[in-house]
Every structure is written in C-alpha cells, then in structure tokens.
C-alpha cells in the first residue's frame, strides 16, 4: 500500500483488533476508493482551474462531448455523471452561466429540457483535453494495460454489487 495510506490502514487494522468481525478487507477497499477519488478530484480541479472549471461541471461537459450530438436530457446527464438531479441544476445552471452549455425545451415532451454543448463548449473541451490527457496518463502510469483492464472488470464488479444491494 502506498504510504499516504498506511495510517488508514493502521486505523482499520485497530478496528479488527478490537472487534473481531469488523470486515477488515471490505473497509479497507472502499477507503481505498475514497482515497483515490479525493486524489482524482484534487489533482482534476488544479488542473482545470485556468479553464474556470471544476471536476463536476468538467464530468458534465465530458458527458455531452461523449454524445454523436453533444446534447443529453437533464435525466440522462445525472445519470451518466453520477450526480443527483438538484446538483445537476446547480452544475448546468454554472455552466450556462459560463456560455459552454444551453438548455432547449423539446419539441414533443415542453416538460423535457435538452442540455447540450455551445460552440464556446466545444472549444474550451478542445482546449483541455491535451492537458487532461496528460493528466489520466499520469495518474494511470504505475499500471500496465493488463492491470488496468483487471482493475476496470473489478471496479465494475464493485459497482454492479453496490447498484443490486
């Protein structure tokens, strides 16, 4: 384990030891995903910060660029981002606000509200990528592509758990 780790690792182990059936190996995993997730969440937001960017609003962007017209539902948005529909509003509303996305109503469903990329979108995402870029192939670089295709299958297993229980 990594060194940064080892005093959480201690805690839990101090947690076995005074209750014997605490699941030591599960709650070392999913801190483990905490960890990694504040280390992403950090390291994402330093990098975004010359764009005027957080790594909510850059996940949304990245949502409607991974679409064939840029655009989702506010539904699907919270969806594919894994956030709540009051924290989508709150983010789509930023990010208007800022110029990259627009709402449109639709034209079969008015209760439906389309969330799609601007030109001013566009080029901002254009323009961090190559930086973000560098910045995913840094944070994965101690693992090779088998490591991290094992990782993506276990970390998907994980979650299919997690959406059954």
Not at 22 to 33: E, K, Q, T
Not at 99 to 105: D, F, K, T
Request: aromatic share 6%; net charge positive.
């Amino acid at each position: 384990m990594s060194s940064s780790f080892q005093p959480t690792e201690q805690r839990l182990a101090v947690t076995r030891r005074r209750h014997p059936a605490f699941p030591y190996h599960s709650a070392v995993l999913v801190r483990l995903v905490k960890h990694i997730y504040k280390r992403v969440h950090d390291d994402t937001n330093l990098l975004l910060k010359p764009w005027g960017i957080n790594h909510p609003e850059y996940n949304l962007l990245m949502m409607l660029y991974g679409t064939e017209d840029n655009a989702l539902y506010a539904s699907q948005l919270s969806e594919a981002a894994g956030e709540k529909s009051a924290n989508i509003t709150r983010l789509t509303n930023e990010l208007c606000r800022k110029g990259l996305i627009e709402r449109s109503l639709d034209e079969g469903d008015r209760r439906k509200v389309a969330l799609s990329l601007t030109e001013q979108g566009l080029a901002t995402i254009e323009s961090f990528l190559p930086a973000m870029r560098g910045l995913l192939d840094q944070q994965a670089s101690g693992l090779t592509e088998a490591e991290m295709t094992q990782l993506r299958r276990l970390l998907k297993k994980f979650l299919d758990q997690l959406d059954r229980g």
